[in-house]
């Protein structure tokens, strides 16, 4: 994939874990909002964020996001850094979103957007071998990352039956 647009979420998560360096390996270009720049370099977030953010590596792209005429109705309720991801992503022809939240997912697949998150990420980098998926998920799991534990548990058999047949 050529180019993605990235929310909070999934690289506040792969800061966390050390799992940021998969992004530029994964993807040509990586495009942030400066609204999600200002989240991960708000006081709010993990020192190791601020840290990361404050010092940006070369392969990442921060821009504005395009100043929507009016509201739009289908991105109300959606956090600032969401929503700016998705009219980022729109405008930019974006191959990929990256993005967690499951409000901000549903309104970016209605526009038509191809979005994953953390785990789609880690599964992707972990199918390439790039990254072992259950050390990526324990990690995971000392965060605040939410997901049901069922969902969770049924990733990790999955990719444990995948590794028995490789």
């Given at each position: 994939m050529r180019l993605v647009i990235a929310d909070t979420g999934p690289l506040n998560y792969l800061i966390l874990i050390g799992h940021i360096d998969l992004l530029p390996v994964l993807f040509e270009r990586v495009v942030l909002p400066t609204t999600v720049q200002g989240e991960l370099a708000s006081s709010k977030a993990p020192?190791?964020?601020r840290h990361w953010i404050a010092d940006l590596p070369a392969w990442l792209e921060v821009c504005e996001a395009p100043l929507s005429q009016g509201e739009d109705a289908s991105l109300k309720g959606i956090d600032a850094g969401e929503k700016a991801a998705i009219q980022l992503a729109a405008s930019l022809h974006a191959d990929l979103l990256l993005m967690d939240d499951r409000?901000?997912?549903?309104?970016?697949?209605?526009?038509?957007?191809?979005?994953?998150?953390?785990?789609g990420i880690l599964d992707l980098a972990?199918?390439?071998?790039?990254?072992?998926?259950?050390?990526a998920v324990e990690q995971l799991r000392q965060t605040n990352f939410r997901i049901p534990h069922a969902l969770l548990d049924a990733l990790l058999e999955e990719h444990k039956e995948k590794k028995g047949r490789a």
């Open positions: 020192p190791s964020v409000k901000g997912v549903n309104a970016a697949q209605k526009k038509g957007l191809r979005v994953t998150g953390t785990l972990a199918q390439r071998g790039l990254a072992d998926f259950a050390q």
